[in-house]
Antibody, heavy 117, light 110 residues
Framework: QVQLVESGGGAVQPGGSLNLSCSVS????????MHWVRQAPGKGLEWVAFIRYDGNNKNYTDSVKGRFTISRDNSKNTLYLEMNSLRVEDTALYYC??????????WGQGTLVTVSS | QSALTQVASVSGSPGQSITISCTGISSDGGGYNYVSWYQQHPGKAPKLMIYDVSRRPSGLSSRFSGSKSGNTASLTISGLQAEDEADYHCASYTSTRNWVFGGGTRLTVL
């Protein structure tokens, strides 16, 4: 079955960095685009970034452009999110999700990022 | 693209039908037919319920249906059941090749 497992979350001070990973199984990772979506405590979902199946196209929400980098290693079935210059407002549960024809169809359980001094 | 607009909460009694709306869907070709809905129980990951405005994933109950009129998409749940109590989020692909979510609607089954 399709599984997505995020890791790498934790507590960091403002201005710090974190690297998230999303390990997938149960499908051919190299054939699917992938997303990162976040959810601040008690808030709605916010789309963060997208990467095409081959890694050659990447999109970001405006608030993370220049600070976050999405990438993937198809040989390791793993999606990444490098987060730099973290802000308090980046505090959230970060989900990875698979995309099929513009729809996010499978989601992981999320990894918590807390940015606080 | 600003976040899509959803009412914060709705409620209904078991057996009733409720509709959750999502306003601000792009009116151009970019996102017009790429609206999806997600159910999220507390502490759980979102689950896809409706995609491409009105299509249901395989195996999903027909009690869940989606539609769109103008810039507003809607999720209707008929024959409400206790397990339907959850947060519901709409999402749309946009003309700028990004994705946008609504703020979420909490459904309470009375």
């Amino acid at each position: 079955q399709v599984q997505l497992v995020e890791s790498g979350g934790g507590a960091v001070q403002p201005g710090g960095s974190l690297n998230l990973s999303c390990s997938v199984s149960g499908f051919t990772f190299s054939s699917f685009g992938m997303h990162w979506v976040r959810q601040a405590p008690g808030k709605g979902l916010e789309w963060v970034a997208f990467i095409r199946y081959d890694g050659n196209n990447k999109n970001y929400t405006d608030s993370v452009k220049g600070r976050f980098t999405i990438s993937r290693d198809n040989s390791k079935n793993t999606l990444y999110l490098e987060m730099n210059s973290l802000r308090v407002e980046d505090t959230a549960l970060y989900y990875c999700a698979r995309v099929v024809a513009k729809t996010l169809d499978y989601w992981g359980q999320g990894t918590l990022v807390t940015v606080s001094s | 693209q600003s976040a899509l607009t959803q009412v914060a909460s709705v409620s209904g009694s078991p057996g009733q039908s409720i509709t959750i709306s999502c306003t601000g869907i792009s009116s151009d070709g970019g996102g017009y037919n790429y609206v999806s809905w997600y159910q999220q129980h507390p502490g759980k990951a979102p689950k896809l319920m409706i995609y491409d405005v009105s299509r249901r994933p395989s195996g999903l109950s027909s009690r869940f249906s989606g539609s769109k009129s103008g810039n507003t998409a809607s999720l209707t749940i008929s024959g409400l059941q206790a397990e339907d109590e959850a947060d519901y989020h709409c999402a749309s692909y946009t003309s700028t090749r990004n994705w946008v979510f609504g703020g979420g609607t909490r459904l309470t089954v009375l």
